[in-house]
């Protein structure tokens, strides 16, 4: 009797019904648990592929390799976040990693992460126009700039760079450009007397957030560029000083960082740490509530400190584009809560290894959510999205 008999028959023995049947959850989970084979490894995948074809007819096609869809109309990174959100619904939080990147480790293709009825799911964006499409505004966006400064005027965002070249008073010759949205200066997240604000690694919030520097003279005017409806003001880690894997396996967060962030935003601690314990086992859906029980004036110290202030706001989409100056007054005005919090255990569908909380503000919506980034199962990062009004 080979190797593969002896596994039969050992799985076989083990079933209710002394056979294995591919379609009973329990049996695939005594196959998983005692043998470790996942037989619906990738499966969830090849749905979600599906689901998403279906929702976008003709853009994309089915690969031979489950954790991969081609990208048939060439579309951008956002375009197919879209389609994401249109095949598993609007709230549907996606990150992307661009290669190597994270746990993409393909050279080439971009790296799309969700939560799909529970089960993270994982697929690359195969062909096409699959690089960032944030990345790309920006380089169009310095290139224009470079351009004018040589006394071109061919531009690829006219509007864009005219507003820009009014608002600053440029002429051809008198401004340097300084890309610096590679850089990625870090934001993390620091607990003080007035609560958790993010901190700045530049020389100032504005030098930290900046993707485009004008320097003219001694003046400098720092630009931030986004592209797309919902966006990112923080991502900031929690793994190790707010939130130890341990401490939730153990039931309760002790952290006195950890206690202070789930304090701030009315979050139960036990129905946290339940949520990542008893993953694929529990609908938390049940505990999502609407509460005013939180503390308002350290969630405005919190999310004041993501907007932050003194810089300028370009935001591109496919209709058009909005530039505005980050002032305090509108910091202030954009940070102040005006509604309750949806605290959402589990994400939206409260089967996600993830908590959402949901609010707004007079100028945004916002949804701030703690969850694992790194493909694992406790918290690695709090994140807060925002979406103009």
């Keep these: 009797m080979d190797i593969l008999d002896k596994l039969i028959q050992e799985w076989s023995w083990r079933t209710e019904k002394g056979y294995p049947d591919l379609t009973n959850e329990d049996d695939l989970k005594i196959l998983k648990e005692v043998f470790g084979i996942n037989l ?3 499966l969830k995948e090849k749905e979600a592929v599906r689901k998403i074809i279906a929702a976008d007819p ?4 089915k690969m031979s390799n489950d954790f991969r869809i081609a990208n048939k109309a060439k579309v951008s990174a956002e375009e197919f976040i879209e389609s994401i959100k249109k095949a598993f619904g609007e709230d549907t939080a996606v990150e992307m990693l661009p290669p190597r990147t994270g746990k993409n480790q393909s050279g080439k293709f971009n790296l799309f992460t969700f939560d799909a009825d529970g089960k993270e799911v994982s697929i690359y964006l195969a062909g096409g126009a699959s690089a960032n499409e944030g990345i790309k505004y920006e380089l169009q966006v310095a290139q224009d700039l470079h351009n004018y400064n040589k006394g071109e005027t061919d531009f690829m965002h006219k509007d864009v760079v005219e507003e820009i070249i009014q608002e600053f008073g440029l002429k051809p ?8 949205g590679k850089e990625n200066k870090k934001r993390p997240l620091k607990f003080t007397s007035e609560g958790p604000i993010i901190d700045y690694s530049g020389e100032s919030v504005a030098d930290t957030l900046t993707d485009l520097t004008i320097v003219k003279g001694s003046e400098k005017f720092y630009i931030s560029l986004k592209f797309g409806s919902t966006l990112t003001f923080f991502n900031a880690g929690v793994a190790v000083n707010t939130f130890p894997a341990e401490e939730i396996k153990a039931g309760k967060v002790t952290n006195p960082n950890g206690i202070a962030l789930l304090e701030m935003l009315g979050i139960d601690n036990e129905i946290f740490c339940r949520v990542f314990n008893e993953y694929e086992k529990t609908d938390f859906s049940q505990y999502h509530t609407t509460t005013n029980d ?9 999310v004041h400190s993501g907007i932050g202030s003194g810089y300028y706001m370009l935001k591109g989409s496919k209709g058009g584009y909005s530039f505005y100056k980050v002032t305090e007054e509108y910091a202030k005005r954009a940070a102040t809560p005006t509604s309750g919090i949806n605290i959402q255990y589990g994400g939206s569908n409260g089967k996600g290894k993830r908590i959402d909380i949901v609010f707004e503000s007079a100028e945004y919506y916002f949804k701030v959510n703690i969850r694992n980034k790194q493909g694992g199962l406790y918290p690695s990062h709090i994140m807060c999205d925002y979406k103009k009004k």
């Design 40 to 42: 619906n490894e990738g």
């Design 58 to 61: 003709g853009k994309y096609e």
């Design 173 to 180: 010759g008198n401004f340097e450009i300084k890309e610096e």
């Design 294 to 302: 939180f503390d308002q004036e350290k969630l405005f110290n919190l």
